[in-house]
């Protein structure tokens, strides 16, 4: 096997980067467009709520299947299918004459970024090794979080740029020349499959459909926490307890003879497990973050949509700042460096409770300005420096899988983390006649515990990790 790096890596890169952090910049865009939405197309609050929830369902539904069949047939294939598929998706919203047909065209949105993000930390893999690959992956760690808080910036941007009414179709139409150019560079720059991945190889369609149906009776609980009974939310809990048993044992069977979906092997792997762990319960409150912010800040006091998405600006500034500090460390300091990134985290946020009691009015976006920053410079050295460390023992054959592993975990943290925050705020907004500031005060703790809970787990490893036997 030639070990020489392939020379266009970088650029190969760089398209990779760019189409990931167009599928992952519509999670959050949308958020700030719902009002344009209704008013443009009449759209009922079903339609709106699912406008949201449906992208992250069939994103979060794709991504396992997605990296397999990325593993098994060629990532590059996998990701240009992603990336045109997305691109008409997007057209399409921004075409929709009616709430009912946007929902079903984000659904298919959701899908194409499926499709495309597990394909992105599998070239990483593939392309990298040692410490060019921990630098990959920083690059990437800093799309992931800049993306999230950068979304309603860009759009509450595009709707005062184009007006209320129409803005909207902007920010699904500004994807058309993204995709388009990432599509003409993916020809020229991602390297084709090896002769190894050319060869035929099974899919496992009943792993596909067994994982598939858990991580539905998982996430829509938490989309659906607004608007289905409770009894009904919780009885899916247990059903996809019961699928992922099936799935598990069939896997097991399965990968005796063929290579599974998802081969448990990786579950043996330290880093990988404990990392998986860290993902989910960090992105289960740093998302929440945002989604409270932005009702605090809109709702509560007035803010425009640009307003509102300039206010989160600082943690994307921040994780980007640090994103590549992380990454030049990491090899070295281990998950210290993400336990060091996640007390950061938390130290902001603490900042944050404080100053919202301290200034509650409409200059607070100035006053949580610092200590939003001081939390993002903290979660520059968690995301992609968790991501080089679970990812670091995986075998390069399943990086797709095992990277749509790591991300499936991290798209059910981000609706656990909305989900539950958003009715701590509601529940704290309804007992306190419509005080917002407390709302979100009361938010930020029950964010503040899922931050501190992923904090717990990477000091674990780092302490249990340093008295192990070499």
Known sequence: ???????????????????????LLDVSIVNVALPSMQ????????????????????????????GRVGDARGRRR???????????????????????????LRLLQGFA??????????????????????????????????????????????IALFGDEEGWRAVFFVNLPVGVLALVLAMRYIPPPTPEQREPSSLDP???????????????????????????????????????????????????TREPLVSLDLFAIRAYVLGA????????????TFFILTQYLQDGLGYSALEAGLAATPFAIGAAITASVGTSRVL????????????????????TWIVVGIEPGGDVALYTALPLLIAGLGGGLVIAPNQTLSLAEVPVRRAGSA??????????????????????????LAENGGDFAAAFRAGLIMIAGFVAMALALAVFDAVTRDVQPR
């Open 39 to 66: 008013d443009g197309l009449g759209a009922s609050v079903g339609e709106l709520q699912w406008i949201v929830s449906g992208y992250a369902l069939t994103f979060g539904l794709l991504l396992v299947p997605a």
């Open 332 to 351: 070295r300091r281990g998950r210290k460096l993400v336990a060091f990134g996640l007390c950061t985290v938390l130290a902001g946020f603490a900042l």
């Open 206 to 256: 009943i792993g596909v459909l067994l994982l598939g149906a858990a991580v539905v009776c998982i996430l829509l609980p938490f989309i659906e926490q607004r608007t289905w009974a409770a009894e009904v939310r919780y009885a899916l809990f247990p059903v996809a307890a019961a699928l992922l048993v099936v799935w598990v044992l069939h896997e097991r069977r399965y990968g005796r």
């Open 1 to 23: 096997m030639d070990d020489e790096p392939d020379p266009r890596r970088w650029k190969a890169l760089a398209v990779c980067l760019v189409a990931g952090f167009m599928t």
């Open 113 to 158: 970024g499926g499709l495309v993000t597990p394909q992105v930390s599998g070239l990483i893999q593939t392309l990298f090794q040692g410490q060019e690959r921990a630098k990959a992956f920083g690059f990437f760690g800093t799309v992931v979080a800049t993306s999230t808080a950068i979304g309603p910036v860009l759009g509450g941007a595009l």
């Open 78 to 104: 996998m990701f240009m299918f992603g990336v045109a598929l997305f691109t008409a998706a997007s057209v399409g919203c921004g075409l929709a004459p009616s709430g009912a047909v946007l929902v079903a």
């Open 403 to 428: 990277g749509g592993v790591l991300q499936t975990g991290q798209r059910i943290g981000s609706a656990a983390g909305i989900a539950v925050t958003g009715s701590v705020f509601y529940g704290r």
């Open 277 to 288: 762990g860290v993902g989910l319960l960090y992105f289960a409150g740093f998302t929440g």
